[in-house]
């Protein structure tokens, strides 16, 4: 069957699939008999608290008013309870919930129903079916509505649900069935080397995977209204630390509160929150508060390079989003070039279909859909890190390219790393899968060119000879050996110089403002705990190992079928926990391949023992940084950007090596190939639905509080069976 008739058949499976499967409920209910119920004293009974304005139109005058339906005695198939607050346009975006009670023919006595939400929005949320014992005898309905607000209603018992056909339903399911034909281990993508396609071909594929990732960052960032401004006096920190270095100033412009000045322990909570409340004053939350003055505990790379700039020139501030949004965009591009260049380098029979797989498993993996739609202050300092230190790593890799390592690409990639620790000074471990790379490249021997020295033959020894000859050879490898010392010494000084500057400016910011080098700010924070006498306890580490590694998910039968979870421990102490939704093993099936480096030593070892060595090395990074977190910050959902990137690198790396030995021939290695591709497929399926469910959860400012519209759209394209 040729491509393009099996496109065709996979749109009428896709069609058929929205029309009778996604809409079974409508052939479902084309038997019922439809009844519609007038609010008339004889058919409905309204509780006090409904004051009749005509037209099916009531003002509620008392609290929680019932409406009570009796004498159906019929078979109670399906109901269209349809209410509708009139008002504004937030109140008419927000849903009704409904609490419902029936009597039937095994039940006298009412017995109660799953609430339900009526979506003004969402036609479809006002249809629901029924599971009674027999004919229902008595429905009591109480929608939760206020005193005051005005609301229409209409009730129909035993409808017919519309047929509601989804486009965009069926456009999704149509993709995700191009994508398995597409990644299928027997497909053109899975036989083309990606290595080998022709140079103009692999930048069109690079600038479409680029620009469909740059409309789809585009979106979230612009997606939640919270995060559009910063309203919130913590989240204006680099706009007030802008405005403070543009004064000369390393602390905030803005002067404490008396009362904060006075206070013998500031860093306190609770004592705090008395105190300031007393004196009738308040103060910054989770700014860092020293001797008197306000500072920005969070990296100044962002500050300096970003915010200050656009402050000078436009003489207004940089929103978060706006730089997140820019920020993410770097970060695909230092993805896509670290995957490029590892393939280039070390996987040459990498195939299309796993080049594709892996990009979006390691953009995925690394928490970039949360912190895109989550674009707040938090946010700015580790994805700017997040993305410096790819960008580095990109840069290593170029390095190493050529016979001589590359100076150009050597300082560039020290430089994006050293910014990395005025961003995010924990993914300044990038450095160790950096320093993997350099030195290979500084152990590689140097490549002999056709005028360097020479074995037997017309070669001739050391010394001079006899008779007055000289010995050019020797002095070739004298030669040589200078050479290699200075291009040696170059590496190094290109290296170090810019480490070194960012270092030197790093550690006077820090010595100017907490008169230490390596103080950061990060203990003088106000926020839930005195950060100065936290400490260091190893009665910490287990509690972070199960929360960012094996936290099983919460699943739940309700959109968006997973709640946030919460840990519960015997922990004697203060250990500062935000909800997350499970542990990085349970939500990304892809991070259980970095693991094979360590299970399978010798194998990795034998055949690639540099990408081994850059595994071990991503993998020791990813451990340190949770250790750390645990320890100086706590248990928060955005911390995982810290250490996922390092876990996706391993995984990917792992990948690589194992499909690159099987793509060498042999019998029965097509079979594990085949294995290995639809594993990668399912890893990829399953981030999609942990991204999906894990969309609306949020610890505050969440999209199913701000964004109710495209909650329910979203819930009733997904949940299409209630």
């Known amino acids: 069957m040729k491509s393009w008739k099996k496109i065709l058949f996979l749109f009428v499976c896709v069609l058929l699939a929205e029309l009778f499967v996604c809409n079974y409920r409508h052939f479902e209910s084309l038997g019922n008999r439809e009844r519609t ?23 509620i005058v008392g609290d929680a008013p019932g409406i009570e339906i009796k004498g159906i005695n019929e078979e109670l198939s399906t109901a269209c309870i349809d209410i509708r607050i009139i008002g504004s346009k937030e109140e008419m975006a927000k849903p009704v919930t409904i609490r419902q009670w029936v009597t039937d023919e095994s039940h006298k006595l009412y ?23 027999g004919k229902c005898t008595n429905l009591r309905i109480v929608p939760e509505v206020l005193k005051g607000h005005q609301i229409s209603l209409s009730i129909t018992l035993n409808p017919v649900i519309p047929l509601y056909f989804s486009w965009e339903r069926a456009a999704f399911l149509f993709f995700l069935s191009c994508l398995v034909y597409a990644l299928r281990p027997s497909s053109f993508l899975n036989r083309t080397a990606y290595i080998r396609l022709k140079p103009a071909h692999r930048k069109i594929l690079l600038a479409l995977f680029f620009i469909m990732h740059l409309f789809l960052f585009r979106y979230l960032t612009g997606l939640n209204p919270y995060f559009q401004r910063e309203e919130q006096v913590n989240q204006r920190q680099y706009q007030e630390l802008a405005e403070s270095l543009r004064a000369g100033s390393f602390a905030l412009l803005e002067e404490p509160a008396k009362a904060l000045q006075e206070m013998e322990n500031p860093y306190d909570l609770l004592y705090r929150n008395q105190v300031m409340s007393e004196a009738g004053e308040w103060y910054n939350w989770d700014h860092a508060y020293y001797k008197g003055k306000y500072y920005v505990y969070f990296g100044v790379v962002p500050a300096v390079l970003f915010y200050l700039p656009y402050y000078v020139i436009t003489g207004t501030h940089l929103h978060n989003h706006v730089l997140i949004f820019f920020l993410s965009l770097l970060f695909t591009a230092g993805c896509m070039g670290v995957v490029h260049e590892m393939i280039r380098k070390w996987f040459p ?48 890799l170029l390095a190493g390219r050529g016979k001589e390592i590359s100076l150009k690409y050597l300082g560039t990639g020290s430089f994006f790393t050293a910014l990395t620790a005025g961003c995010r000074p924990q993914l300044f471990l990038l450095i160790l899968p950096a320093a993997v790379l350099l030195w290979e490249s500084a152990a590689r021997p140097p490549v002999k060119s056709a005028g360097g020295i020479r074995d037997g033959g017309g070669a001739v020894g050391g010394g001079q000879l006899d008779g007055g000859g000289s010995c050019v050879a020797g002095g070739q490898a004298e030669g040589g050996r200078k050479k290699a010392d200075s291009r040696i010494l170059s590496a ?5 110089l810019p480490m070194a500057l960012v270092a030197a400016g790093l550690m006077y910011y820090n010595y100017s403002r907490f008169e230490s080098v390596f103080d950061f700010g990060a203990n003088y924070n106000l926020t839930m705990n005195d950060m100065r006498n936290r400490g ?50 349970m939500t990304n099936l892809f991070a259980w391949f970095g693991l094979l480096p360590l299970l399978f030593r010798k194998y990795f070892k034998k055949h690639g023992r540099t990408p081994w060595r850059f595994a071990l090395a991503c993998l020791l990074a990813a451990a340190i940084i949770i250790v750390a977190d645990t320890n100086m910050s706590g248990i928060l959902q955005r911390y995982f950007g810290d250490f996922s990137v390092f876990l996706m690198l391993a995984s990917a790396t792992a990948v690589l090596l194992v499909l690159e030995r099987l793509s060498a021939g042999g019998s029965g290695r097509e079979y594990l190939k085949g294995m290995i591709l639809w594993s990668l497929f399912i890893c990829l399926l399953w981030q999609i639905g942990y991204q999906g469910m894990a969309f609306f959860l949020d610890t505050g400012e969440s999209l199913q509080e701000l964004r109710p519209d495209l909650y329910a759209h979203v819930k009733y394209l997904v949940n299409f069976w209630v």
């Open 37 to 59: 119920r007038k609010l008339s004293p004889s058919d409905i009974e309204l509780e006090e608290g409904y004051f009749p304005a005509g037209d099916d139109v009531y003002l």
């Open 111 to 133: 017995y109660g129903l799953p609430d339900r939400e009526i979506w003004q929005n969402e036609t479809r949320s006002s249809y629901i079916t029924y599971h009674l014992y």
């Open 349 to 396: 029979r990498t195939c299309l279909g796993v080049w594709l797989l892996l990009n979006d498993l390691l953009l995925l993996g690394s928490g970039i859909i949360y912190m895109t739609k989550r674009p707040d202050l938090y946010t700015v300092p580790i994805l700017s890190g997040l993305a410096f230190g790819m960008l580095g790593l990109w840069c290593f």
């Open 492 to 496: 190094v000084t290109v290296f170090a």
């Open 536 to 585: 260091f306890h190893l009665d910490r580490i287990p509690l972070g190992v199960l929360a960012y590694l094996f936290q099983p998910v919460k699943i739940i039968q309700r959109f968006p079928f997973m709640e946030a979870v919460y840990l519960d421990s015997q922990y004697m102490g203060v250990t500062i926990q935000e909800a997350t939704y499970g542990g990085i093993f």
